[in-house]
């Protein structure tokens, strides 16, 4: 598999209840994006990892939004506390080159969180 | 910041039918400009991008030319097909901070029926 994954595709979760949405970059691609897309809306962009740097995280709602890419491959995206408006598809890309070079970006399937 | 506006959906088209999706955008400079698509159930894919005034992206039959003139980059094809039922954005990357993130529209859903 030459793309990108993530798990779990679906996530139902209690109001209050912490998740952790796994993203699996294509190899050796340098940029990592988590996005958020709310129903019936385009993404928007939350985080953005330079290998292993955190370089732009202007994205994330609130404090409650946390991820992490500690090896420079595989990211999570930790959500405290979650509330309804957390409810939406939570998107991870990566692209082969890092920093400020227009690259494309490959789109993983999504995780679809759904907060009761 | 830089941003994108996108022709509301859905559109529904009969087979064979011509196809345009409007996208206006604005921008500090010329940026690249990209078409994606999400097919029910998948995620993201690019569908065709341009990285300069005047360049014609082109995928699938899809194509879509980048008129700094008029700011836009209008998603076109001659004779759409079932399998294209999807939903098209439009989107540029917004610069600022550590990289170029990307700024989408809304999304366009396109019906086609045979």
Known sequence: ?116 | GNSVTQMEGPVTLSEEAFLTINCTYTATGYPSLFWYVQYPGEGLQLLLKATKADDKGSNKGFEATYRKETTSFHLEKGSVQVSDSAVYFCALPNYGGATNKLIFGTGTLLAVQP
Do not use: M
């Open chain 1, 1 to 116: 598999g030459a793309g990108v994954s993530q798990s779990p595709r679906y996530k139902v979760a209690k109001r209050g209840q912490d998740v952790a949405l796994r993203c699996d970059p294509i190899s050796g691609h340098v940029s990592l994006f988590w996005y958020q897309q709310a129903l019936g809306q385009g993404p928007e962009f939350l985080t953005y990892f330079q290998n292993e740097a955190q370089l732009d995280k202007s994205g994330l709602p609130s404090d409650r939004f946390f991820a992490e890419r500690p090896e420079g491959s595989v990211s999570t995206l930790k959500i405290q506390r979650t509330q309804q408006e957390d409810s939406a598809v939570y998107l991870c890309a990566s692209s082969l080159l890092g920093g400020l070079r227009t690259d494309t970006q490959y789109f993983g399937p999504g995780t679809r969180l759904t907060v009761l």
